[in-house]
């Protein structure tokens, strides 16, 4: 029975050459001469320091440039609130979601499920499988999901006949 698996990863190594990079950029940029901005990574969480609002902003425009340039898909970043740390500098939590929350893999099997094909869906950890008789019927399902899941970045892999 033809399957396929439908997964949200993100390449950890591709996301810390984009935070060098960045912190590279930023320390030769002429406007953050004598700033302490920089974007400090442990794992999937970025910690983006600026000395303002709107040098915040500039690093993460940055990021998010050396994050495409890289084939990284800039809707897996989660913004957290922006905080105050010493006197006028700011901190931001920037979160790379990875895998498939259970909420987003229950919507997309809702999704499939409305579309009346004969297809099966299973929830496996971070992913989620569809099965069916036929190879079309998959491709049909994954034009589905790509139409209604759009703030999300999903990949589809595993394709077995």
Request: net charge positive; charged share 35%.
């Amino acid at each position: 029975m033809p399957s396929f698996d439908i997964v949200s990863e993100v390449d950890g190594h591709e996301v810390r050459n984009a935070v060098e990079q960045t912190n590279k950029e930023v320390s030769s940029r002429f406007d953050f001469k004598g700033s302490d901005a920089r974007v400090e990574q442990s794992d999937f969480v970025l910690a983006v320091y600026a000395d303002d609002d709107f040098k915040l902003e500039q690093i993460l425009d940055i990021l998010r440039t050396k994050l495409t340039k890289r084939n990284i898909d800039v809707r897996c970043l989660e913004r957290g609130v922006i905080e105050k740390v010493s006197g006028n500098k700011v901190k931001q939590i920037v979160t790379v979601k990875t895998g498939l929350e259970t909420e987003l893999a229950k919507k997309i099997a809702k999704i499939l499920k409305e579309s009346k094909l004969k297809i099966q869906t299973s929830i496996q950890g971070d992913s989620l499988r569809v099965s069916g008789a036929k190879k079309d019927i998959l491709q049909e399902s994954i034009s589905i999901v790509k139409k209604a899941i759009i703030d999300f970045p999903l990949q589809y892999q595993n394709f077995r006949d």
